[in-house]
């Protein structure tokens, strides 16, 4: 075999549009490999992408969350330090020099634990006067007659909590309990029931 036999060998000529047929299969299964893999890939990147953001917001909320249950716990020691300065009645602060010095220490200590709750953004409810919401707040009772609107809070028996936008505790409420009007009440009304 000479030179240009061995070159013809070697790089066969292909009429065009012909292709031998083995040649045509393995493309078309390298092709269909390629494309197979190919889909194996961009999911396993989408996978490892939705991966990494899930745990990344896990981690933010894991840290932004962390103390919501020591927070829990200590909702009822600010409760009880305001229902202890609440219950000091003013002229007995005005006779007794021991008893204020007491008042100013539980107030001091009150506001220490306020500003500990805003730096983890932890803020009071205390709904008295707005409309009820059944997110923030649990009606214990309804007062009828109070003149606001149906639905109103017009009386806070525990102040209700949230950490950033969670709810610690909801704030338990009394609800105005609007009364029906009177018929005959509303001018200008015609009945079309028959």
Known sequence: MGSEEKEVLDNPVVVEGEMPAAETVDLAALQADYLAMKD?????????????????????????????????????????LHRALAAIPAEALAKDEALKSLFEGVSATERQLDAAFTRQQIKRLWPEGEKFDSNLHQAMFEVPGTDQPNGTVVQVLQAGYVMHDRLLRPALVGVAKGEPKPAGDTPGHVDTVA
């Not at 990344?56 to 840290?63: H, K, L, M, N, S």
Request: charged share 40%.
């Open 40 to 80: 194996q890939l961009l999911r396993a990147v989408a996978e490892t992408e939705n991966t990494r953001r899930r745990l990344t917001r896990e981690r933010d909320e894991t840290a932004k969350y962390a103390a919501s249950s020591f927070a829990k716990e200590m909702l009822d020691v600010a409760d009880n």
